[in-house]
């Protein structure tokens, strides 16, 4: 029977695309429309609340109240603090002033003191007396943690995609449903930006069609909301460079400065201090120019943050839970995504087996803006100590699954010359090769019994020593060496390749 014909469609991030340096066609003149400045956005009042208890993370409904926080947007609901019977009344008066349990931990964490949680007039910490007669019981527990936020400001995600018939596959919508179901009364909204940007004609409809959606998009967030974004897109495998778009139906690939800069154009003002996800292939990463140019750009973005998964042929579905505890943490309770990267990775082991993560944010600290890269690699005692990927199979007798439980982690291989002469001998000696541990640590809150995550020393953007001329964080970390002691280095043994040629 004569093989099918495959019709799935493609789900790597990645292909072949021609390449050109500047869009096709001829420039087209146009004024561009100035972007809304700042007052043209709503004034938003300066109490804006969840909708969510901080503790069971449910809302109001029938005969349950939400006590909202004076302090901060938090409420707590009515099954969650047990307020006596004859006082129900009374901690709703207008002269009552409520504070939830995470403002009273944090004011409370050198000096330990009861949770009374509604005081007269003012706060405890400018004169407020408490109004019950004795502390405030709690009933359940944290479902989340204790400067959990839960949505209480406008949130919005930007999906930026190549505009194509086998566009880039997802997870991205299915966040979208997700998030939506936290912001009943509006306050999400979800924004899918197609672009095809290979020509000049193409740039300026695109542009001028982006700055309507900026305008509503501005006044929906008005001074308080956030906005998270995904950049989705192909990248050509032999030079690192994005797709633009098509022309004549072949893809069109352009430099990452060019394509970036033309598709966030629109959203500059708005991308300013937000996390960002590139869902993109590895050859944007290995290609050493085109991972420059992208440290560069996040630079010139100005985002707080940007992650990219550096798979050979990365399927963004495989993300899928990475990019759910994400949404979560991030976007629902608001916490700092430096701070949750851990809980993140101990998420997604099999994302390890897929891809490796890295992270770049940005620190305005130093007199000059920078990034800290850092490179996360799935760790595993057999197949991958250390983030080094071991062989999957003896490269003399072609055996797989065999090496030995005692696993190390290999810089080099042994020579050549040392493989033939154990080759030739029968078969009789193992085949062995040697990993160094490099330099960084095992993630302990990402750890589990059999796996985990190895992060590798941050490297910095652009380079201290070299302000003006960005060099490659890859070539910093593979030339960082550290001392080791005889320990880390472990050697690898394939104890099965005896058996199969004797």
């Known amino acids: 029977m004569p093989p099918k014909k495959n019709t799935a469609k493609k789900r790597a991030a990645g292909g072949v695309a021609l390449k050109v340096s500047v869009p096709l066609g001829s420039p087209i003149p146009y004024v561009e429309d100035p972007l809304p400045s700042g007052p043209a956005a709503p004034e938003l009042p300066a109490e804006i609340h969840s909708l969510w208890c901080m503790i069971c993370r449910d809302g109001a409904e029938g005969d349950v109240v939400l006590y909202k926080c004076d302090a901060c947007p938090r409420v707590m609901c009515s099954h969650c603090i047990e307020v006596p019977t004859g006082y129900v009344d009374i901690v709703q008066g207008v002269d009552v002033l409520f504070l939830c349990l995470s403002c009273h931990s944090l004011r409370s964490l050198r000096k330990p003191a009861p949770y009374f949680g509604f005081y007269s007039a003012n706060l405890p910490d400018r004169g407020g007396h408490p109004v019950l007669p004795h502390f405030l019981r709690l009933n359940g527990k944290f479902e989340a943690a204790s400067c959990t936020l839960l949505a209480s400001m406008p949130v919005a995600i930007i999906h930026f995609i190549i505009s194509a018939t086998d566009e880039v596959i997802t997870p991205v919508p299915l966040l979208s449903h997700y998030l939506e179901h936290f912001f009943p009364n509006g306050g999400y909204t979800y924004l899918e930006v197609v672009f095809d940007v290979a020509t000049h004609k193409k740039i300026d409809a695109y542009t001028q069609t982006q700055q309507a959606r900026v305008t509503q998009l501005m006044q929906h967030l008005g001074r308080a909301g956030c906005i998270f974004a995904f950049f989705s897109n192909h990248s050509e495998q032999d030079s690192g460079w994005l797709f633009a778009g098509k022309v004549n139906g072949r893809y069109i690939a352009m430099s990452i400065t060019q394509v970036l800069s033309t598709v966030f154009r629109p959203y500059l003002p708005l991308l300013k201090a937000t996390n960002m996800v590139l869902l993109v292939c590895a050859s944007i990463v290995t290609h050493e120019d085109a991972f420059v140019e992208l440290k560069q750009a996040v630079l010139d973005i100005k985002v707080a943050s940007a992650i990219i998964f550096p798979a050979k042929r990365f399927q963004p579905l495989v993300a899928t839970n990475f990019l759910l505890a994400l949404a979560e943490l991030v976007i629902i309770e608001q916490l700092d995504l430096h701070k949750v990267f851990p809980s993140l990775l101990s998420l997604s082991n099999r994302l390890g087996l897929h891809s490796k993560i890295i992270s770049m944010t940005r620190d305005n600290a130093a007199h000059f803006p920078r990034l800290f890269v850092t490179t996360y690699a799935r760790a595993h005692p057999q197949t991958q100590l250390w983030g080094i990927e071991v062989p999957s199979q003896c490269p003399l007798c072609g055996s797989t699954n065999s090496w030995s439980e005692k696993v190390g982690v290999t810089a080099s291989q ?64 593979s030339q960082a060496k550290c001392p080791r002691s005889s320990k880390e280095s472990l050697d690898e043994t394939e104890s099965t390749r005896k058996k199969a040629h004797n």
Do not use: C, E, M, Y
């Open 414 to 477: 042994q020579s050549q010359g040392v493989a033939a002469q154990d080759q030739a001998a029968g078969g009789k000696s193992p085949h062995r090769f040697q990993i160094d541990k490099p330099p960084g640590f095992l993630v302990n809150a990402a750890k589990s019994r059999n796996s985990g995550w190895f992060q590798s020393p941050s490297a910095i953007f652009p380079s201290p020593s070299v302000q003006s001329a960005p060099i490659s964080a890859t070539s910093s970390i």
